[in-house]
């Protein structure tokens, strides 16, 4: 388990080979084990393959090519596209395009990372569209498989979803596959949920591609971790005060005994 944390890696790049059937099923299997909210495993799962794969990475790409041309078009052509609706974002949740400022350095460095592993320039706005095109075609993976929360349990229900997508992709590195998640596959739902029976209190949240991890250098990028320390949280010295506190109320109870009132 340890050596399996610290050596996956995020691929954006995966051999075209299929899954076999009955190592797909092994994956899945060791991932329906994750622990949840009472148990309510508040998340399903959608698997896109074969022609149907194909088909729905054929739709993103091109909901992202007209989402684009509208973007980085004239003001007219962007108000077509505010009216036609075609190419804009159609995401069953909230996807945050702005990070917080205090998370802001740490996307900055990994997106930059990985650009001048890939030697795009920060101004080549054509390599670095095709890159992010890359995430609608699944980054060449075979099988995509789009994880869908229960709407009613809000953040927990994304809680556990992590939770087992962690184990997805954990168990699939055990076994020699490769794994992307893909916040980006949430943007545009609409094309998602047609092809699958999704209730309608689920609500897709992310993508995770899935295959056999190419030779390509960019699967060795590792933009690296904050350093335990990095992560816990300082005590606030609340107990200290507490007993001080306690020590003046005791001090000044003391001062008052003995007197009396006439």
């Avoid at 060449?140 to 009613?152: N, T």
């Amino acid at each position: 388990m340890s050596a399996a944390l610290h050596e996956r890696r995020s691929i954006r790049d995966f051999k075209p080979d299929p899954i076999p059937e009955a190592l797909l099923a092994a994956v899945l299997e060791d991932a329906r084990w994750s622990p949840s909210w009472s148990n309510t495993q508040p998340y399903r799962v959608a698997l896109a393959k074969g022609p149907a794969r194909d088909a729905l990475a054929a739709e993103l790409c091109e909901q992202f090519d007209i989402g684009m041309a509208v973007r980085r078009g004239s003001a007219l052509k962007k108000l077509v596209g505010l009216v036609t609706r075609k190419g804009m974002p159609t995401p069953d949740v909230a996807v945050p395009m702005k990070y917080p400022g205090d998370l802001q350095p740490a996307r900055q460095a990994t997106g930059f990372g990985l650009y001048r592993l890939l030697g795009i320039s920060r101004d080549d706005y054509a390599a670095r569209n095709a890159q992010m095109r890359r995430n609608y075609e699944f980054f060449g993976a075979p099988v995509i498989s789009f994880v869908f929360v229960h709407r009613d349990l809000g953040m927990y229900a994304a809680l556990d979803a992590g939770v087992f997508i962690q184990s997805l992709m954990l168990s699939a590195h055990t076994h020699g596959l490769g794994t992307c998640a893909q916040a980006a596959l949430a943007l545009w739902a609409t094309p998602v949920r047609e092809r699958f029976k999704v209730p309608a209190h689920y609500k897709l949240l992310v993508g995770v591609a899935i295959g056999f991890a190419s030779a390509h250098p960019v699967n060795e990028y590792n933009p690296g971790r904050l350093p335990v320390e990095g992560l816990l949280l300082a005590p606030s010295h609340f107990e200290g005060s507490r007993r001080a506190r306690l020590a003046g109320r005791e001090q000044d109870a003391g001062a008052g005994e003995g007197v009396g009132y006439g």
